[in-house]
């Protein structure tokens, strides 16, 4: 009872003085400056009629005076923390700024949700810089906040954590993180569906760097279909205006409720890679299931968006799966036009290899059978140097295949007795588990 009366009397005087109030003047005409002065000293506990008079002077609610928690300040924290939200991807530094001041303020305050959130945001922009250190130490804080939290809150930390782990090397725990996440929210009646759309995302990654092509599909599907905003970046900018006006306005309760839609818009706007790379999952999915119209929208929509977001890398695969449609579909200059993009990067690895193998089948299709040849064998060698066991067999049979028909028999012959034994010395390597920053 000492330690609160002395934390009210503290807050009375520090809120008085800012306010230039004399004792006299916060306490008439009710009460007297003496008896301000007894419980400013921590010798009175007000009552709480006094209490009211004091706030109702003061220009604060009686909750501000006894707990130092102000319910508009924490909506004025919460608006911070969804604007640094959508100023990450274009504004690191000053996300970064945004979400220090949160933690600075909100600490105090009695709001580990807020903190929480705070330094989720720091960790996701430590990742996107590749400081995988700096990203632990921050999930390690936010999730020792979160122990007390609803499951769906603690899910925003099982995500970052599978994304942590996924960097490390291991995706398939990773993706056992979030299936059991997602699995226990709706088992146990959270089904929160911005948690859930996180986590369905995040899975429908995993599974494309697995090569899991089914489930990546599966969870693609499921995520795309929780992501119902069209615009969330500008959705939650227009909240954002809402509440901000509304806490102008002294309606704390709805603009608490506008900022928690802002939030919930700029959840979805953060994850607009993982979503692109949900539309190439379902590409994928529709193609093999022969929906060609479905696939080239979601195909192309992944490829704009991840060239939108600067993603080079992963642009490029969705570029070159798009250009095998296309070369699918009789439209060879578009195909070629699309690897191009990719083989005048330069580079090496899976994604250059796959470039080069469709480009060598565009080559053999218009009768260049001296530039097929070059580009398949690229193609050969950067698979085997990428360990990439299934491409490489594919690849090498196109090769056999093409140097047959080019009345090269003990060449093909040779090429598959050679081809063969690379991937039985390759085995099937795990693939490669770091993503780019997003």
């Not at 419980?39 to 130092?68: C, I, M, N, Y």
């Not at 081809?419 to 390759?426: D, F, K, M, P, Y």
């Amino acid at each position: 009872m000492t330690q609160r009366r002395d934390q009210v009397g503290a807050r009375l005087q520090r809120l008085r003085a800012a306010r230039g109030l004399t004792q006299r003047a916060l306490a008439e005409p009710r009460y007297t400056a003496a008896y301000v002065s007894a419980v400013e000293g921590g010798r009175r506990t007000p009552s709480a009629d006094a209490v009211a008079h004091f706030a109702e002077r003061l220009g604060v609610t009686p909750v501000d005076l006894t707990t130092g928690r102000s319910p508009a300040e924490v909506v004025r924290l919460h608006l911070r923390l969804v604007e640094a939200d959508c100023a990450g991807p274009d504004d690191p530094a000053g996300a970064g700024a945004g979400y220090r001041e949160v933690i600075s303020v909100a600490a105090p305050l009695d709001a580990p949700v807020l903190v929480a959130r705070a330094r989720l945001g720091l960790a996701g922009l430590a990742l996107r810089r590749g400081d995988t250190g700096e990203a632990a130490a921050q999930l390690d804080r936010a999730e020792e906040l979160l122990t007390e939290a609803a499951p769906h809150v603690r899910a925003e930390a099982t995500a970052v954590r599978a994304v942590l782990v996924g960097r490390g090397g291991d995706l398939r725990y990773a993706t056992y993180l979030l299936a059991s996440a997602r699995d226990g929210l709706v088992r146990d009646g959270y089904p929160d569906p911005a948690a859930l759309l996180t986590l369905h995302a995040e899975l429908a990654v995993c599974h494309l760097q697995l090569d899991d092509e089914p489930a990546a599909a599966e969870a693609a599907a499921r995520a795309l279909a929780l992501a119902v905003l069209a615009e969330p970046a500008r959705v939650a900018g227009l909240h954002l205006a809402v509440a901000g006006s509304l806490l102008a306005g002294g309606r704390t309760a709805e603009a608490a409720t506008a900022a928690e839609q802002a939030r919930q818009a700029a959840r979805q706007a953060m994850l607009d890679v993982q979503l692109a790379s949900c539309h190439r999952a379902r590409g994928r999915g529709r193609w093999a299931a022969g929906d060609v119209p479905g696939a080239l929208a979601d195909l192309t929509t992944a490829y704009d968006a991840l060239r939108a977001a600067g993603q080079p890398g992963l642009a490029g695969d969705a570029a070159v799966e798009l250009a095998e449609a296309y070369r699918v579909l009789g439209r060879p200059a578009t195909a070629d036009a699309l690897v191009g993009e990719v083989l005048a990067r330069g580079g090496e690895g899976p994604g250059a290899a796959r470039a080069a193998r469709v480009r060598g089948l565009l080559r053999a299709d218009a009768g260049d059978r001296p530039g097929a040849e070059r580009y398949l064998r690229a193609a050969v060698e950067g698979f085997r140097a990428a360990g990439r066991r299934r491409e490489l067999a594919g690849t090498v049979l196109a090769l056999a295949d093409h140097l047959a028909s080019a009345g090269r028999p003990d060449e093909a012959l040779d090429l598959m007795r050679e081809g063969l034994r690379a991937v039985e010395r390759l085995g099937e390597r795990p693939p490669s588990a770091v993503r780019p920053a997003t």
